[in-house]
């Protein structure tokens, strides 16, 4: 029988037979399935302030404690994984990539100093196959539990004919909270302050077009084994996003400077996602002020050698793709920075001080690809990078 025979069978039958959701692709069986193995692991990150349970048609959040606050800012963000998911499909691991959506929302909240007080998520796939969507709902449930967020709900959709049956992408959204007088930013940054770097766990979740291209251009399989990262290259590319919420958070809280928000020693956060270090931090830096940073503080992790190496990547290129081994900046006064190291690598974070902030004067050399000014719409300072890695 032909294929054309075939389908005209099929569309006879189901004439006969009616059209259905099914037939049509959509199983909301499968669906119902998927909350029951998600809910417990959902219903693990949730606190008194959650009202409800999984399933309904909002979640709902007791804010009451902010008639505490004299001046409560709400602070939101939305991301997604990006092309990182496909990478999970590949291996048909799906119960680590929750982390780096979490981690791409609630770490962009912190730099304000805002804490993240819940978090949705959308998964949109081909179809529901219940395991795999749990797996991916734990990912993010564990996450927030890690970033002390709440999930309070998501949706799951189910789109047949515009994804493939392996296919889907997840996105996120989150709400925190900050004391408009604790809020961390721009205007609190001076001339003097130290810039504290604190690692990446890896690639996390930014650059993966760059990365999938030279992997695919070298034809490596995710299943080889590299002894540079002591893994499969597919092991050290599924890796998750580090979480710093709380890490950061703490560290806010310790060096408030006599109980002063006003003089608090933590000035600034920056997170090192899409634009890489020097962009991302000249974000958070007003104009007239120059951030300057050692390359030599630190090293770059193998999987970062590996991705030039394997493309005979540009370093310009490389460094406004990738993070390069540092996920999340703190600028803080000098008289707080060891401290400051110091209570993140006792909290297991790797920290360390990679350069200061100081005026932007006439001599600094203000072209090429060692110098950002500004960056994302944002009119900011500048970030210069000098020497070589270690």
């Known amino acids: 029988m032909t294929s054309a025979s075939a389908a005209a069978d099929m569309n006879a039958a189901q004439n006969a037979a009616g059209i259905t959701y099914a037939s049509a692709g959509v199983d909301v069986e499968a669906g119902d399935r998927a909350v029951e193995l998600m809910k417990d692991a ?12 999984v399933g309904g048609f909002a979640g709902l959040y007791d804010v009451s404690r902010l008639l505490t606050y004299k001046r409560p800012l709400l602070a939101t963000s939305t991301d997604g994984v990006g092309t990182k998911v496909a990478i999970a499909q590949a291996m048909d691991i799906h119960d680590t990539i929750g982390f780096d959506l979490v981690g791409m929302v609630v770490d962009d909240i912190v730099v304000v100093g805002a804490e993240p007080l819940y978090m949705t998520d959308y998964i949109a796939c081909g179809k529901v196959v219940p395991e795999r969507i749990a797996d991916i709902v734990r990912g993010i449930a564990a996450a927030c539990s890690v970033a002390g967020t709440a999930l309070v709900g998501g949706e799951t959709a189910e789109h047949p004919g515009l994804l493939g049956e392996n296919e889907y992408d997840v996105a996120g959204a989150a709400t925190g909270v900050v004391e408009a007088d604790s809020l961390l930013g721009p205007d609190r940054v001076r001339a003097g302050d130290v810039v504290i770097g604190m690692a990446s766990s890896g690639l996390h979740s930014n650059g993966y077009s760059l990365v999938r291209r030279v992997i695919n251009h070298a034809g490596w399989a995710l299943d080889r084994q590299v002894s540079e990262l002591g893994r499969t290259l597919g092991e050290e590319l ?18 408030p400077v006599s109980g002063s928000a006003a003089g608090q020693a933590v000035h600034g956060f920056s997170h090192v996602t899409g634009g890489g270090l020097a962009a991302n931090l000249a974000r958070v830096l007003p104009q007239g002020l120059l951030a300057t940073v050692d390359r030599a503080t630190w090293e770059l992790p193998a999987i970062f050698k590996l991705v030039a190496e394997l493309g005979n990547v540009p370093l310009a290129d490389l460094e406004r793709t990738l993070n390069l081994g540092v996920g999340m900046v703190a600028i803080v006064s000098p008289e707080a920075a060891d401290a400051a190291v110091e209570r993140l690598n006792d909290r297991g974070l790797p920290a360390w001080i990679m350069g200061t902030v100081e005026e932007n004067s006439d001599s600094v050399l203000k072209t090429g690809a060692d110098y950002v000014q500004g960056a994302k719409g944002v009119d900011g300072g500048a970030v210069r990078l000098v020497n070589a890695y270690a």
């Open 42 to 53: 959902v219903k693990a990150t949730h606190n008194s302030s959650v009202i409800g349970g």
């Open 238 to 255: 599924l890796e998750p996003t580090r979480v710093y919420a709380a890490d950061c958070l703490d560290l806010a809280r310790t060096f």
